[in-house]
T-cell receptor, first 113, second 113 residues
């Protein structure tokens, strides 16, 4: 089945640790996105990539990093510089940019312990 | 800066009722608008995508309309069922082409049996 897979579903991070969230898609989509969702709020864009080996900062990129070495994969690293990382993280992909339908993964819930 | 508002934040209706969810946006220069459904602790599921040149889209019991000039979209759900209970989010894409969507905070719908 085609789709977007995020792993793990739950992730616990200790203070000062870097953690990496995985996002893989087999839809042959060019564009991929990372969003953060806090309780009762809409989604905020962290990073996006429109093509392999290129990515751009979104609205809340501080404390996060990404890579796009393969078309299918867009991992997100939450670094120790992110002071409030506890949130629900969602990965999305689209065939191209605006005008094409966005598809989402099932999310990763990150908790700082 | 684009702002997307969804009112009401929560809605409770008896089963079988027809209902309308509202989405308003401040900048009418959009590429498209997409409606999503989100179940608790899950990712977003795409419901309908309306291009800026379209007035409405239909899928089963769902009908979404778009009035770009007034900055409004509605999602009409016919003959609501308990399984429709979820949070519904709308998102608009600017004309920049990168697919950097702006999301509303969502309307949480409860359909009572």
């Amino acid at each position: 089945d085609g789709g977007i897979t995020q792993s793990p579903k739950y992730l616990f991070r200790k203070e000062g640790q870097n953690v990496t969230l995985s996002c893989e898609q087999n839809l042959n989509h060019d564009a991929m996105y990372w969003y953060r969702q806090d309780p009762g709020q809409g989604l905020r864009l962290i990073y996006y990539s429109q093509i392999v080996n290129d990515f751009q900062k979104g609205d809340i990129a501080e404390g996060y990093s990404v890579s796009r070495e393969k078309k299918e994969s867009f991992p997100l690293t939450v670094t120790s510089a992110q002071k409030n990382p506890t949130a629900f993280y969602l990965c999305a992909s689209r065939l191209q940019g605006a005008g094409t339908e966005a598809f989402f993964g099932q999310g990763t819930r990150l908790t700082v312990v | 800066k684009q702002e997307v508002t969804q009112i009401p934040a929560a809605l409770s209706v008896p089963e079988g009722e027809n209902l309308v969810l509202n989405c308003s946006f401040t900048d009418s220069a959009i590429y498209n608008l997409q409606w999503f459904r989100q179940d608790p602790g899950k990712g977003l599921t795409s419901l309908l995508l309306i291009q800026s040149s379209q007035r409405e889209q239909t899928s089963g019991r769902l009908n979404a309309s778009l009035d770009k000039s007034s900055g409004r979209s509605t999602l009409y759900i016919a003959a609501s069922q308990p399984g429709d209970s979820a949070t519904y989010l709308c998102a608009v894409d600017p004309r920049s082409g990168a697919g950097k969507s702006t999301f509303g905070d969502g309307t949480t719908l409860t359909v009572k049996p």
